[in-house]
């Protein structure tokens, strides 16, 4: 490793972060060390089509590294699926002291397993159990040891066109007292499950609930990490939403709009000095960086064939914008649905209808854009954000 003087590690402590990683063994775990313990038990796959549920089908593996304060990480191991022993007083359950990523597994036209740009999974991770004053880590340690994961789990990689295998790092406290404080101990693991496409009955669009009374993100807050704490508390708002026969919330802070659900949104429209332009919420605490939010960006950038932009529309831009029929098409944007096409967004007892193909059932950007990560991810178009595994 290059000499780094103390004068430049102190302007830094982002490096001197790293260098402690890379200079003290128990500072982070590393896939070198990993104990594999094969599962006696092998599962049989389950059916790869419409019957498979979204996360009801673990896989025969779990990735497990543990942190005390004492001697710090210990040796990492993949051993087979298991359930945990939690205390009562364990303090993930009482203070939501948890984060988590999620990512896939792509099963190549070329029969090669990809993940798709994992190391920006890996950076958002760590940032959220920064953020929980969970312990610090490789991130790239952390990838490589999701790869050796992925590896063993590779027969659940599913070879059918739009399935994948999801993947989910997670960490939590395991310390066992009451207490708001930072945990004396703690694990990181990583489990997976088969999973098809998002929409089972076929590529829809989906209608949308301006939410006005609750609100998901809030300025300082941590809208911007994957805390379990930013997902509970949406669960309520969302099940009135659906009772009214919408699929999705649409999160409103201070009357800009932020995210759908879970995910991030995008406009393309054009703007008011005539130009077509495609929108999403800037990253600045009221959403979450999404990895495929920056891929669209990236893409989009690349066509060059209009604006893009990271600024926010309010709600009342967008309905301006409808009765001015300056909506050309919106979309979500996430791992889970990667990318999927808005019809309707409902706002004040107003159903406000977005223009949508009733043939292909989503714009011509929607469809060009989704064909191009798909392309990536499952190896028809070769790029570096394929990330072949196996």
Known sequence: MQAVSAKNLLKAPGLLSQV?????????????????????????LPKFDSSLKFGHCPSDHIFEADWN???????????????????????????????????????????QIRLFRPERNMKRFRSSCNRIALPDFDENE????????????????????????????????????????????SKVYIVSTPVGPYFPSGFKPIRLYAEKQFIRAFPGGYGQYKLGANYGPT??????????????????TDNKITEIGAS?????????????????????????????????????????????????????????AIKEKRIIEA??????????????????????????????????????????IKDIQYGVTPHPWGVVVA
């Open 142 to 185: 952390l990838l490589e040891c999701l790869k050796e994961y992925v590896k063993v789990e590779k027969r659940w990689v599913p070879n059918v066109p739009d399935f994948s295998l999801y993947l989910r790092p997670t960490a939590i406290s395991m310390t066992d007292a009451l207490g708001v404080r930072q945990p004396d101990q």
């Open 20 to 44: 402690y990683l890379r200079c003290f063994s128990n500072a982070t775990f590393h896939k070198k060390d990993i104990v594999f313990e094969p599962t006696q038990n092998p599962k049989p």
């Open 235 to 252: 669960i309520m708002v969302s099940r009135e939403a659906e009772k009214k026969g919408f699929h999705q919330i649409l999160w409103l």
């Open 264 to 320: 991030n949104i995008f406009f393309f429209l054009v703007n008011e000095q005539g130009e077509k332009e495609l929108v999403t919420a800037p990253i600045d605490g009221l959403s979450l960086p999404g990895v495929v939010r920056d891929s669209v960006l990236t893409l989009a950038r690349e066509m060059g064939e209009f604006k893009v932009s990271e600024r926010y529309l309010k709600i009342e831009d967008f309905t301006q």
């Open 331 to 372: 979309f979500g944007a996430g791992t889970a649905m990667t990318l999927a096409p808005v019809e309707l967004i409902h706002y004040d007892d107003i159903d406000y209808k977005i223009p949508v193909d009733p043939v292909h059932q989503a714009g011509d950007l929607t469809r060009t854009l989704l064909k191009k």
């Open 69 to 111: 304060s004492v001697s710090g990480w210990q040796t990492p191991k993949i051993s087979a699926y298991r359930a945990f022993a939690i205390d009562p007083l364990n303090s993930t359950l009482h203070y939501a002291i948890q984060c988590f990523e999620g990512l896939k597994a792509f099963y190549g036209v070329d029969k």
